[in-house]
């Protein structure tokens, strides 16, 4: 059974802080990994995507990747009110196979 | 920038009725998706199609699910005799190629009284 997992939450953050969230995945041959933001009754929105070990920057979002501890996580810099909502880790186990969803973790940032 | 359509955004059907839920992928892309989320769950996998044909599926999809994709554009999910289980926002997306990003469409809340 290839998992995904992640706090649930709710992590709070003030304004202008760095928000850190965090994942694991099971199956070590997984080669794609993405972060999705979802607001509440809406679809996932790709923040994210990463397939090599190290930091990938895009604006205030960094991800980062260690294959040989199976972890990614997600930086996001100067947290603003609107980045409140819940972000769903995803692994591609294999090439062509679909996104397995970890059940996200809610960010709360506080004005 | 290109997007993934799916219609109606809101299905309110009677159990043991016959729905069918649509999507318009992104034009260029070969690979296709069916997710459903239950409230407060993880977003789970149903459906992969590709080159005419599905490429993998998941146990939740049983002999009451079907997917088509009728002309170029159209993908559809068929749930031929809906349960209160299968109430959920259901999830299409679709992506270019192996290992790139899904992109997902707005979802279907489909409710089942």
């Known amino acids: 059974q290839k998992e995904v997992e992640q706090n649930s939450g709710p992590l709070s953050v003030p304004e202008g802080a760095i928000a850190s969230l965090n994942c694991t995945y099971s199956d070590r041959g997984s080669q794609s990994f993405f972060w999705y933001r979802q607001y509440s009754g809406k679809s996932p929105e790709l923040i994210m995507s990463?397939?090599?070990?190290g930091d990938k920057e895009d604006g205030r979002f960094t991800a980062q990747l260690n294959k040989a501890s199976q972890y990614v996580s997600l930086l996001i810099r100067d947290s603003q009110p609107s980045d409140s909502a819940t972000y769903l880790c995803?692994?591609?186990?294999?090439?062509?196979?679909?996104?397995?969803f970890g059940k996200g973790t809610r960010l709360s940032v506080i004005a | 920038e290109p997007e993934v359509t799916q219609t109606p955004s809101h299905q309110v059907t009677q159990m043991g009725q016959e729905v069918i839920l649509r999507c318009v992928p992104i034009s260029n892309h070969l690979y296709f998706y069916w997710y459903r989320q239950i409230l407060g769950q993880k977003v789970e996998f149903l459906v992969s199609f590709y080159n005419n044909e599905i490429s993998e599926k998941s146990e939740i999809f049983d002999d009451q699910f079907s997917v088509e994709r009728p002309d170029g554009s159209n993908f559809t999910l068929k749930i031929r005799s809906t349960k209160l289980e299968d109430s959920a926002m259901y999830f299409c997306?679709?992506?270019?190629?192996?290992?790139?990003?899904?992109?997902f469409g707005d979802g279907t809340r489909l409710s089942i009284l």
């Open positions: 997306a679709s992506r270019p190629e192996a290992a790139q990003p899904q992109h």
């Open positions: 995803a692994v591609v186990p294999s090439g062509n196979t679909p996104l397995v």
């Open positions: 990463i397939y090599s070990n």
